[in-house]
């Protein structure tokens, strides 16, 4: 069979957007910047949606709706995000099509200009807190934990699938609460889950950290982030929880009576993790074959596929096939038998591989007689014979096994490219080999924005753990007092 | 307690806009026709969002995501499609704002227009046959059998939480197949779906019909509904599947090899319900004390009270509620536990009553000594006191019975307001009496607008189960073959 991808060093970029595209996860629409969801892509994103909204749900949060569409003179209450989110972004100003009697087709009726445009929602603070103005009253109506399952938009000029599109998918939590320490609690709590997510499912290790000043949300005091380091040794921002402060409650007059009867500004997070994350699993784990997924995102964990020459050969591995199927269903294992007589095995092994399927179970008539059935891991690419009557217990075990191996391939792979690094020639040579730069910083934005402008490289996070230490920045030379974490990213 | 509900006999409108706001299901937003869906009433909605989902995967259906944004153009595609849906909607126009230094705040950049506009999406058959063009080439690429769960926007001029709303969420399935009698057989396989999960989980009894030419889809060739009947004798258009032929195939060029190997345009349905469920649902079943909600669907099935005067007994009757809390939790029973102390027994009392629980129990310390507890079903407002350990037997059969009770009494309420009609002047009567008449019509589209225009009822549906009947029109006294179902409408 032809290679239907572009090797990764040849050009990473362009097999990453080869396997988006041939994997059928998404595609490009009419629509500038808008993407298409496939069936098989979505059916990812459901299973993120699904283990997130659990997550959500057992630390207390619920779901509500807040419309689309915000009125343009919202954006203009919170100095700062303002700056960060009214610029590109879609505007409605009409509310009416009519006949185009001169050109054919339709026109924009004039007479329905709307008296003040409508901003498609790049982020709903704003709305959100419109709204909470007539929720809360008293202590008693906090804290609001709320998520908002949604659509946004936001213009950007260069798209790529998942990983920026002006329409993307994603949640945002929006909680109020009566004290700041409670926000900073709710703050890191949701990093907390965002991090367990992306470890124990999207099976990537991810840095918790804080965002400098210049690399925080437009409106927040802290924005606290989780990063990822790719294949190609650049970084991806996975997730982002913000401490907002007061500063959207006083942007839209939200106060509360406290518990000693005092009037109090109420206090804010907002936090959101989108369809990136599923361009960070493409990134992170698959191959020059295709796409490699950890088994508790799979859509499909295990597939079946017959192998036969003669219609009674058929018909028996097929029927061995479905009640192998039966068997493993059971046990809470999602399996597809791929029994078309209109594709061939070798067909199937490529288109498989492919999509990343964790297991793929091959059954002839050797097997037939022996009573075997040959397994192949997508991670290894690595094959074994193995009796039918242990799959049971084999394949639960298998698929446990795959989700460790692929995150431990991941961490091993940051820990080889995560290097400390102390001279400013040491960090020239650095970056441009990719990977995690842990370097002195002397905290100044200047500092900041000259090392981005020569290097390209941005500062992804101070993190969380790390440790006090005494140096020197690596660019200006003056003192710091800890390491923070430099590089390329997406 | 006050009375917080206007009743249904002094005004049905203000009833319902009380109880939607008062039981924070949702409310209006400070965007014209937009609303906010409150986590009570989003938690239904996601419970009808599961059942429905499970329901369309189980026959084959998968999910996807198409762009928010249509191309102006694609509406001129589709003649009947461009009338129907390409007039009140939201256009963007415009891709960014500035800083609007004469004024303070933003305003719309002129530089920044867009080449062609973009209208958001108030159906997505476009965007999606423009998709499918290019992924059906052959038989072998079909059925697709896809289903998206999204925000439409229509820029109604009235609306009405939940029954007509600028924004409202939906789920629109798009199949593709090779044959009509696949493409109608669909058709009416989710109408099925729709009628099944209407009865059983919304509790609502419902009527399944063809459209009128007049009242059908705009680009469809047939299209099917459910009506249901709500309390004030208004129909309510609960559902719809369309027949699309091969109209939208047509306009987007979307052909496929057939087995014979020659050229077919593809065959259509779309289908779809939305949050206007969500009115039905308060509509047909609640009463002035508040909601009334189908055990299926309810949030919560079971709240806990306890009562207590002194801090013993507050410990005692609380530490109880939970046990009894988690015995209904293994049952799969959704319980809550109302052990606040900040409010009165009667306060809560009326709270859930308002919010539709469907069973409250309260437990005292009388209850505590004799190992009682006392039951009230919400849907009959009767209460009867059994043994504690009953309450595992008793619950799960109780809510089993009022789903059912709820189903029986919209069924009888439907009953006894659906009337044969065969004069005129019984029309006129019956119609401001309101349900659903059963008459004669001629057929003619001219008849049934005199007929709307006069009374303002329309034909709901011509029912599937309707028999052959020779009669007379009820308004023009031509020959009719059948009887139709008239009313007014929400």
Same mark, same amino acid.
């Given at each position: 069979?032809?290679?239907?991808?572009?090797?990764?060093?040849? +050009?990473?970029?362009?097999?990453?957007?080869?396997?988006?595209?041939? !994997?059928?996860?998404?595609?490009?629409?009419?629509?500038?910047?808008?993407?298409?969801?496939? #069936?098989?892509?979505?059916?990812?994103?459901?299973?993120?949606?699904?283990?997130?909204?659990?997550?959500?749900?057992?630390?207390?949060?619920?779901?509500?709706? &807040?419309?689309?569409?915000? #009125?343009?003179?919202?954006?203009?209450?919170?100095?700062?995000?303002?700056?960060?989110?009214?610029?590109?972004?879609?505007?409605?100003?009409?509310?009416?099509?009519?006949?185009?009697?001169?050109?054919?087709?339709?026109?924009?009726?004039?007479?329905?200009?709307?008296?003040?445009?409508?901003?498609?929602?790049?982020?709903?603070?704003?709305?959100?807190?419109?709204?909470?103005?007539?929720?809360?009253?008293?202590?008693?109506?906090? $804290?609001?934990?709320?998520?908002?399952?949604?659509?946004?938009?936001?213009?950007?000029?260069?798209?790529?699938?998942?990983?920026?599109?002006?329409?993307?998918?994603?949640?945002?939590?929006?909680?109020?609460?009566?004290?700041?320490?409670?926000?900073?609690?709710?703050?890191?709590?949701?990093?907390?889950?965002?991090?367990?997510?992306?470890?124990?499912?999207?099976?990537? $290790?991810?840095?918790?950290?804080?965002?400098?000043?210049?690399?925080?949300?437009?409106?927040?005091?802290?924005?606290?982030?989780?990063?990822?380091?790719?294949?190609?040794?650049?970084?991806?921002? !996975?997730?982002?929880?913000?401490?907002?402060?007061?500063?959207?409650?006083?942007?839209?007059?939200?106060?509360?009576?406290?518990?000693?009867?005092?009037?109090?500004?109420?206090?804010?997070?907002?936090?959101?993790?989108?369809?990136?994350?599923?361009?960070?699993?493409?990134?992170?784990?698959?191959?020059?074959?295709?796409?490699?997924?950890? #088994?508790?995102?799979?859509?499909?964990?295990?597939?079946?596929?017959?192998?036969?020459?003669?219609?009674?050969?058929?018909?028996?591995?097929?029927?061995?096939?479905?009640?192998?199927?039966?068997?493993?269903?059971?046990?809470?294992?999602?399996?597809?038998?791929?029994?078309?007589?209109?594709?061939?095995?070798?067909?199937?092994?490529?288109?498989?591989?492919?999509?990343?399927? #964790?297991?793929?179970?091959?059954?002839?008539?050797?097997?037939?007689? +022996?009573?075997?059935?040959?397994?192949?891991?997508?991670?290894?690419?690595?094959?074994?014979?193995?009796?039918?009557?242990?799959?049971?217990?084999?394949?639960? !075990?298998?698929?446990?096994?795959?989700?460790?191996?692929?995150?431990?391939?991941? &961490?091993?792979?940051?820990?080889? +490219?995560?290097?400390?690094?102390?001279?400013?020639?040491?960090?020239?040579?650095?970056?441009?080999?990719?990977?995690?730069?842990?370097?002195?910083?002397?905290?100044?934005?200047?500092?900041?924005?000259?090392?981005?402008?020569?290097?390209?490289?941005?500062?992804?996070?101070?993190?969380?753990?790390?440790?006090?230490?005494?140096?020197?920045?690596?660019?200006?030379?003056?003192?710091?007092?800890?390491?923070?974490?430099?590089?390329?990213?997406?």
């Amino acid at each position: 069979m032809a290679k239907v991808l572009t090797s990764r060093s040849e +050009n990473y970029s362009q097999w990453y957007n080869d396997l988006v595209i041939k !994997a059928d996860l998404a595609e490009n629409s009419a629509v500038r910047g808008c993407m298409v969801i496939k #069936p098989y892509g979505y059916a990812i994103w459901e299973k993120i949606q699904a283990e997130l909204d659990r997550m959500f749900k057992e630390t207390d949060h619920v779901n509500a709706y &807040f419309p689309l569409f915000i #009125p343009k003179s919202f954006f203009s209450r919170e100095a700062q995000h303002v700056e960060g989110f009214a610029k590109e972004c879609a505007v409605v100003t009409h509310y009416r099509l009519m006949k185009d009697e001169e050109n054919g087709g339709l026109k924009v009726d004039p007479s329905a200009k709307l008296e003040e445009e409508l901003v498609v929602r790049p982020t709903s603070e704003t709305i959100i807190w419109n709204t909470y103005k007539n929720w809360i009253h008293s202590y008693r109506d906090l $804290p609001i934990l709320i998520n908002q399952w949604a659509n946004v938009v936001r213009w950007e000029m260069r798209t790529r699938l998942f990983l920026r599109t002006a329409e993307f998918l994603w949640q945002e939590g929006h909680t109020a609460h009566e004290t700041s320490e409670e926000a900073v609690e709710e703050t890191l709590k949701i990093l907390g889950i965002y991090s367990t997510f992306a470890e124990e499912f999207l099976a990537i $290790p991810v840095l918790k950290g804080l965002k400098t000043d210049s690399e925080k949300f437009a409106g927040a005091l802290d924005t606290y982030c989780i990063e990822a380091l790719m294949q190609d040794g650049k970084a991806l921002q !996975a997730g982002t929880s913000h401490f907002l402060g007061q500063n959207f409650a006083k942007a839209f007059d939200v106060k509360y009576a406290s518990r000693e009867g005092r009037e109090e500004y109420v206090w804010a997070t907002s936090w959101g993790v989108s369809t990136r994350l599923m361009g960070a699993l493409v990134m992170a784990h698959s191959d020059d074959n295709g796409l490699v997924l950890p #088994p508790k995102l799979a859509p499909q964990q295990v597939v079946i596929i017959p192998i036969y020459k003669t219609p009674e050969e058929y018909a028996a591995t097929r029927e061995r096939a479905h009640a192998i199927k039966d068997s493993l269903k059971k046990l809470g294992v999602s399996v597809k038998v791929d029994d078309r007589d209109t594709q061939k095995p070798g067909w199937k092994f490529a288109e498989y591989e492919l999509k990343g399927v #964790p297991l793929r179970l091959a059954i002839g008539p050797r097997d037939m007689q +022996n009573g075997t059935i040959e397994i192949a891991r997508r991670d290894t690419l690595t094959k074994e014979v193995i009796a039918q009557d242990q799959l049971t217990t084999v394949i639960p !075990a298998l698929l446990d096994e795959i989700q460790r191996t692929i995150y431990n391939k991941a &961490f091993k792979f940051r820990a080889e +490219n995560t290097f400390n690094v102390d001279t400013w020639d040491e960090f020239l040579v650095q970056i441009e080999k990719g990977g995690f730069i842990s370097a002195h910083w002397d905290g100044d934005a200047a500092t900041e924005k000259m090392i981005q402008d020569e290097t390209k490289a941005t500062i992804r996070c101070i993190p969380l753990d790390s440790v006090a230490e005494a140096g020197l920045c690596v660019r200006t030379g003056k003192p710091s007092v800890r390491r923070v974490i430099f590089a390329r990213s997406y």
